[in-house]
């Protein structure tokens, strides 16, 4: 499965470790770390920890997840598309360095569910919408914060930013 872990400063990454050996082990970056995301997928259907339950923490294929590739854009930055459940996501990762470092995360789920839960990981989270969708409810568990997201457009689209502030 594919899934944004963490977030550095510095030169890309080292992959030499996931291509020689075993195998299977996470790529990690050059730099020192400014972000870490929680455990477990940034999108379940639930819980949202109010009635006591734990975020999922499986993640892949075991949480619903199936990495379908990557496009690049004219500028570089890679979109990555995966499949979650029924839904097709595509995410868009990039970084804001001014005037405060920012982790963009951009999402544009194809057939999502009625309702989903975005888990926004550490640091000071903002939920921006191109599409329209309401916020039932924001919680904060773990040091994480949890929204639960209802979208509202008749269209089977949904998009929306995540921007965090580690």
Do not use: M
């Not at 050996?21 to 770390?33: K, L, Q, T, V």
């Not at 379940?44 to 006591?52: E, Q």
């Not at 499949?83 to 999402?107: H, M, N, Q, Y």
């Amino acid at each position: 499965g594919v899934r944004l872990a963490e977030a550095w400063r510095g030169d890309f990454l080292d992959a030499s470790s996931s291509w020689t050996g075993r195998g299977g082990e996470n790529a990690g970056g050059e730099g020192p770390g400014v972000w870490k995301a929680p455990a477990g997928p940034v999108l379940s259907t639930g819980p949202t920890d109010s009635a006591g339950e734990a975020w999922p923490s499986t993640v892949g294929s075991e949480a619903g997840f199936r990495f379908r590739g990557y496009s690049l854009g004219a500028d570089g930055v890679p979109t990555f598309e995966y499949r979650w459940k029924d839904c097709d996501v595509a995410e868009r990762v990039t970084t804001v360095a001014a005037p405060k470092l920012r982790i963009r995360r951009e999402f544009t789920l194809r057939r999502p569910p009625p309702a989903f839960v975005v888990n926004v990981g550490p640091g000071e989270g903002r939920l921006s919408f191109d599409t329209p969708v309401a916020v039932e409810e924001s919680l904060a568990a773990d040091g994480t914060t949890h929204t639960r997201l209802v979208p509202q457009s008749p269209s089977d689209v949904c998009r929306f930013t995540l921007e965090i502030e580690p």
